[in-house]
């Protein structure tokens, strides 16, 4: 709901939004919103499962 609202706050004012860190927890959102630049992604925030 907040990215919906942000999103919209956004392209009233001609600006796109990108997703910052966790892209798997509002990727689907991101997907569907049409002025979305792009998803961040680090190697590093992955988990491998246990050591």
């Known amino acids: 709901?907040?990215?919906?609202c942000a999103a919209a706050?956004?392209?009233a004012w001609?600006?796109?939004?990108?997703g910052h860190c966790a892209?798997?927890?509002?990727?689907h959102v991101a997907l569907s919103?049409?002025?979305t630049r792009h998803?961040?992604?680090f190697h590093?925030?992955?988990q491998s499962g246990p050591a």
């Not at 709901?1 to 919906?4: G, H, L, S, V």
């Open 44 to 46: 590093d925030h992955v």
């Open 1 to 4: 709901m907040r990215w919906r």
């Open 9 to 11: 706050v956004a392209a």
């Open 23 to 27: 892209p798997q927890l509002h990727l």
């Open 33 to 35: 919103t049409p002025n």
């Open 14 to 18: 001609n600006l796109q939004v990108s």
């Open 39 to 41: 998803l961040e992604w």
